[in-house]
């Protein structure tokens, strides 16, 4: 597996991010590519926000006017992505997620808030490699069976009770 940057920005301030966080989320990242045997080096930007600067984006790129728990930007069509010319890495695109959505969810869902983060990455991360599952059906559950394949990988499985000391 070639090198995958991950550049993680925090722009909310309501949830204290947890140690551990950042590089789990940079774990899920490598894993979906291992997963789909990317190949070559790869860049994600992964921007934390809240549900008001969700909610903008969303209204902004999607005409839905609330807070959505994570937003994917491909800069990538069919395969082909542009290419940082500084490190030779392919850009994927950017992930955006509300960590307070994502916070809420945990607790909605009754897992750790660290399952809930890794789970956003590993469906947006396939949204940047083109999967889609708006219209249902088979794709859907693909994209299903990958994020939930990837949480076990790395020891997140949908069992995984809530176990937040730090939140």
């Given at each position: 597996m070639?090198?995958?940057?991950?550049i993680?920005?925090?722009?909310q301030k309501?949830?204290?991010i947890p140690t551990g966080i950042r590089m789990l989320l940079r774990r899920c990242c490598t894993a979906v590519l291992q997963m789909e045997n990317f190949e070559g080096p790869a860049e994600v930007n992964v921007i934390f926000t809240d549900d008001f600067g969700i909610a903008e984006l969303n209204s902004q790129f999607r005409n839905i006017t609330a807070p959505t728990d994570?937003?994917?930007?491909?800069?990538?069509?069919n395969g082909e992505y542009d290419t940082n010319p500084e490190s030779g890495a392919k850009m994927l695109g950017d992930i955006v997620i509300s960590v307070e959505r994502a916070l809420?969810?945990?607790?909605?869902?009754?897992?750790?808030?660290?399952r809930e983060m890794g789970f956003l990455t590993a469906h947006s991360m396939l949204h940047l490699l083109g999967y889609d599952h708006v219209n249902g059906g088979i794709e859907a559950v693909h994209m299903r069976e990958k994020e939930e394949a990837v949480m076990t990988m790395l020891g997140h499985t949908r069992d995984s009770l809530a176990q937040d000391d730090e939140l």
């Open positions: 070639d090198k995958v940057k991950v993680i920005q925090d722009k309501q949830v204290k994570v937003l994917s930007f491909p800069l990538g069509e809420k969810q945990s607790k909605e869902y009754n897992h750790s808030f660290q």
